[in-house]
């Protein structure tokens, strides 16, 4: 499974991205897809994630101004943002959560991860 993200670049602050990520190759079943960030000397963290079934997860500092979406015919993520900030500045990765069957025909699950993309808010 390759996942291609797309559409980070330099904004101001108060502007606005979209960014893309579709997932290819041989999956079995998408649990969930969605978006995680890494600024320069920080941890990893959620972004938002959006299920199959619809439910949505959004980090506290992104409410309101961020919105998930999927194609799920296409495998694909959206990341609308909004009113960004600098503080959103970082590398964007977009991450699958999918389900692999084994050899023995077990279902487990299974992250898969983007290149990554970069966001940059300027003040």
């Known amino acids: 499974v390759q996942l291609q993200a797309s559409g980070g670049g330099l904004v101001q602050a108060g502007g606005s991205l979209r960014l893309s990520c579709v997932a290819s190759?041989?999956?079995?079943?998408?649990?969930?897809m969605g978006w995680y960030r890494q600024a320069p000397g920080k941890q990893r963290e959620l972004v938002a994630t959006?299920?199959?079934?619809?439910?949505?997860n959004y980090a506290d500092s992104v409410k309101g101004r961020f919105t998930v979406s999927r194609d799920n015919a296409k495998n694909t993520v959206y990341l609308q943002m909004n009113s960004l900030k600098p503080e959103d500045t970082a590398v964007y990765y977009c991450n699958a959560n999918v389900w692999e069957i084994s050899d023995t025909g077990t279902y487990y699950p299974y992250h898969y991860w983007g290149q990554g993309t970069q966001v940059t808010v300027s003040s």
């Open positions: 959006k299920t199959t079934g619809g439910s949505t």
């Open positions: 190759g041989s999956i079995v079943s998408v649990n969930a």
